[in-house]
C-alpha cells in the first residue's frame, strides 16, 4: 500500500519512520504541504491519504480524491469534523481515524492551563527574568477542596476526572451518558454544573448540538471567578460571547487549547505576520488568558501510538478487515 502523508512535520516523520518497518507492506512519502483541492491531485496513484486535525477534506478536496481513485482516508487524529462524511460516504471511501491515544496528554495539558491560569505562571515566568520577584497579581486559589465540573466523561474527561479527583476536587459532571467507571463523580445537569463549579473543563465533541456550548447564556449561568479550560474543540465555545464575558470579570482565568480561529495557525510559525481583523489577538491581549496552539495531543507517548494506530489501521483495511472500533460511519 503506498500512502501519501500530507502536512508532514519532522516529528511526524521521526515517529512514522520508527514505527514502518514493522509494516512491510506499507510504503509512505512525505508531503510538508496540507490536503486542499489544489494539493490533492498530488494523491494520484496513491491507494490512501493521511491526514491530520485541521486538514481541508471537504467536498471539493474529496471529489479530487475520488477522481484519483483514492479510497482510504487515514486520519492520524481522534476528530473527523473536517471531513465531509456524505461525500465520502457517496465514494465510498473508507475513513479509519485513531479514536484514543494518549487521553491523559490531554488531561494532563488541560490540568496545566487550570494550573497556570490559576497561578498566573505565563506572567510570574516573564516576571522573574526580569528580576521582579514581587508578588503582586499573582495570587491564585487551591483547587483542593473546590468543585471541577468536567463536561463530556469519555476517555479524555474520566483522565481529567481522575486528575481533579486526586488534587483533592469534588468532581462533578455533565455527560448524555454517564461513566459507569467514574465512582467518585456526581453526574448533574448541565445548569447545576455551570452554577457550581470553579473549574469547568470541555470534554465533549464538537457536533451540531455541541456547538457554541459556551455562550452568552451559558456564561451567565457560570460562578463568578470560575476557571474555564477548553482542550476539545474551538467551536464549542462562541469566542464573541467569551470576551463579553472576560471583559464583564466573569472568569478567574480561560485556558484554550483551541479556539474558532485556530485553523490558519495550528502547527504554523505566524511570528512575522500582522494578523489583521483576529479575535485570536483580542483573546490574547487579556492578562487572564492562556492560549496554546492545540498542543494538548502532544507528548512523546501520544504520537508513537498514533503512528502505530494509523499504521495497524492501513495493514487491517489492506488486509479487507478493517479495525471496526477505528472506522468512522
Ligand atoms: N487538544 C487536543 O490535542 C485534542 C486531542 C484529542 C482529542 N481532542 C478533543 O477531545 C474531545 C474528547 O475526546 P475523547 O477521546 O474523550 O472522546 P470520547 O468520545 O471518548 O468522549 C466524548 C464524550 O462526550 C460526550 N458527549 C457527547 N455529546 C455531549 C453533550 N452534548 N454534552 C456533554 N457530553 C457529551 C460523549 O457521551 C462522550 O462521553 C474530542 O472530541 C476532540 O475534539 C483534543
Redesign the pocket.
Known amino acids: 500500500m503506498k500512502i501519501l502523508f500530507y502536512d508532514t512535520k519532522t516529528y511526524d516523520k521521526d515517529t512514522f519512520d520508527h514505527e514502518l518497518p514493522r509494516y512491510p507492506g506499507i510504503e509512505i512519502d512525505y508531503l510538508k504541504t496540507d490536503i486542499s483541492p489544489r494539493t490533492a491531485p498530488l494523491a494520484r496513484g496513491y491507494d490512501a491519504v493521511c491526514a491530520f ?1 485541521s486538514s481541508d477534506l471537504g467536498k471539493a478536496t474529496l471529489d479530487v480524491l475520488h477522481d484519483c481513485g483514492v479510497k482510504l482516508l487515514l486520519m492520524r ?3 473527523f ?1 473536517n471531513i465531509d462524511l456524505d461525500t465520502a460516504k457517496e465514494y465510498g471511501m473508507t475513513i479509519l481515524r485513531v ?3 494518549s ?1 491523559e ?2 488531561a494532563e ?1 488541560a490540568m496545566a492551563l487550570a494550573l497556570a491560569v490559576n497561578r498566573h505562571l505565563h506572567k510570574s515566568y516573564i516576571k522573574v527574568r526580569e528580576n521582579n520577584f514581587s508578588l503582586m497579581g499573582l495570587m491564585g486559589f487551591n483547587f483542593h477542596k473546590k468543585t471541577a465540573g468536567i ?9 481529567m476526572a481522575k486528575i481533579c479527583h486526586g488534587f483533592g476536587m469534588k468532581v462533578i459532571a ?4 454517564q ?1 459507569p467507571a467514574l465512582d467518585f463523580v456526581t453526574y448533574v445537569t ?1 445548569d447545576e454544573l455551570l452554577a457550581s463549579s470553579d473549574l469547568i473543563s470541555l ?5 451540531d ?2 456547538y457554541h ?1 459556551i455562550n452568552k447564556d451559558t456564561i451567565a449561568k457560570m460562578k463568578d471567578d470560575v476557571i474555564l479550560i477548553n ?3 474551538g467551536g464549542l465555545i462562541k469566542t464573541d460571547d467569551l470576551i463579553l464575558g472576560i471583559r464583564a470579570h466573569k472568569f478567574f482565568g480561560v485556558g484554550l ?2 479556539y474558532e480561529e485556530e485553523t490558519p495557525n495550528v502547527f504554523e510559525d505566524r511570528s512575522d505576520e500582522i494578523l489583521e481583523h483576529s479575535t485570536t489577538a483580542r483573546l490574547l491581549s487579556f492578562p487572564n488568558v492562556i492560549i496554546t496552539s ?5 507528548t512523546e507517548e ?1 504520537l508513537e501510538a498514533i503512528a502505530e494506530t494509523t499504521l495497524s489501521n492501513a495493514a487491517s483495511y489492506e488486509a479487507g478487515t478493517p479495525n471496526e472500533g477505528n472506522l468512522v460511519k
Request: net charge neutral.
Open positions: 486535525v487524529c481522534a476528530g469534523n479514536p484514543g491515544y487521553p496528554a490531554v495539558h463536561i463530556g466523561t469519555g476517555k479524555i474527561g474520566a483522565a455533565y455527560d448524555v451518558y461513566n448541565m470534554h465533549c465533541p464538537l457536533m448540538s455541541t456550548l482542550t476539545s474543540r487549547d483551541v492545540h498542543q494538548g495531543f502532544f501520544a
